[in-house]
């Protein structure tokens, strides 16, 4: 009498996909503050088709604005990249430095403001001016809480926590650094071309 053998097969689970969950959060939130400026700018786009729309040029602050944030993004990959080389020095000056041009774009915004209201273009009144407020002044405080970001992440580095064995914290935050600066260049174009 034979015993039968019963053969299973057995596959291997898949290993799932691996993210930080802090990378995942920030991709999320990254993604619902894209979704905001998209749906500004469409409703921008909506209202203006519409007339009366007041047409000004914008501050030419707003061009020193953009060149603050396309060198600051320069200074925050700096920084990420002396992190992984474990240059914790160079990291404290980099972030240092990216802060101080993240309080100048937000201080050259507001002279573009300034700037607006001694030609007459207020948030209350046309359109035209209401819009460029509330988009200018969302992406300056989604620029403020990066700052606010860069300085935790600076105290970290002068705790020596920033290195190249424990870069997510710095790696996270040069990436919404990079979509802040990389939003602003949009919306600057965007703002220019459909003022």
């Not at 019963?6 to 993604?31: C, H, Q, S, T, Y």
């Not at 920033?162 to 919404?176: D, F, G, L, P």
Request: with cysteine; glycine share 4%; net charge positive.
């Amino acid at each position: 009498m034979s015993e039968a053998v019963d053969f299973k097969i057995v596959e291997e689970p898949k290993r799932p996909m691996a993210m930080n969950p802090k990378k995942f959060g920030m991709w999320l939130f990254m993604a619902s503050v894209l979704m905001l400026f998209i749906s500004l700018t469409s409703a921008y786009i909506v209202r203006q088709a519409e007339g009366n729309w007041l047409f000004f040029d914008l501050p030419t602050i707003f061009v020193v604005s953009t060149a603050i944030i396309v060198v600051s993004s320069v200074t925050m990959q700096l920084a990420f990249w002396s992190a992984r080389k474990d240059d914790v020095e160079r990291v404290k000056v980099m972030v240092l430095l990216t802060a101080i041009l993240g309080l100048a774009f937000v201080i050259s915004q507001y002279l573009g403001w300034k700037d607006l209201v001694a030609r007459s273009v207020y948030l209350v009144g046309n359109p035209s001016g209401s819009f460029l407020y509330i988009i200018t002044g969302l992406h300056a405080i989604h620029l403020v809480s990066a700052v606010v970001f860069l300085l935790f992440v600076l105290y970290s580095s002068f705790r020596n926590k920033v290195n190249s064995k424990n870069t997510v914290q710095i790696e996270i935050c040069t990436t919404y650094w990079h979509f802040l600066g990389v939003l602003w260049v949009y919306l600057y174009v965007f703002l220019t071309l459909l003022r």
